[in-house]
């Protein structure tokens, strides 16, 4: 097997990803994965509606790793509006080797399932600002 995958997703991972990505929603959302380490099952931490990207940062923990699929409302300078998603990797520098390995190691087969382009890696918190994603979403 060339699969250097650690970690299995979860039906109830699968479920949610599929609800996710084809809801109808005109708001800021968040679904918000993480590793149970004990059965290397990748897993939902939380689900949240209308939240902005500072309550976001706030929502993700300082010291683990976490797989945050976020659809974000974005005005466009010529008034359109659009609803992107997009996949994001946060692995903070101080967190153990062994979980970020295992993150790091099943990051590309979550990938694969959410079938995301957009997607973006961040090491510290304050990386996250509503700046940076416009910014990378505007690419």
């Not at 599929?18 to 800021?28: D, L, P, V």
């Not at 694969?112 to 510290?124: K, Q, S």
């Amino acid at each position: 097997m060339g699969d250097s995958r650690i970690c299995d997703i979860s039906d109830e991972v699968r479920a949610k990803l599929k609800e996710f990505r084809f809801r109808k929603t005109q708001i800021n959302s968040a679904l918000i994965l993480k590793v149970d380490r004990e059965k290397q099952l990748v897993v939902i931490d939380d689900a949240i509606d209308d939240i902005s990207v500072e309550d976001l940062q706030e929502q993700l923990p300082g010291h683990q790793p976490r797989y945050v699929i976020y659809t974000y409302k974005m005005v466009h300078d010529d008034s359109r509006i659009s609803y992107p998603m997009c996949f994001i990797f946060y692995t903070p520098r101080d967190s153990q080797i062994e979980l970020q390995m295992m993150y790091a190691c099943t990051k590309s087969a979550l990938q694969r399932e959410v079938d995301l382009t957009r997607v973006y890696e961040i090491r510290e918190l304050d990386e996250l600002t509503e700046e940076w994603l416009k910014e990378k979403l505007s690419k």
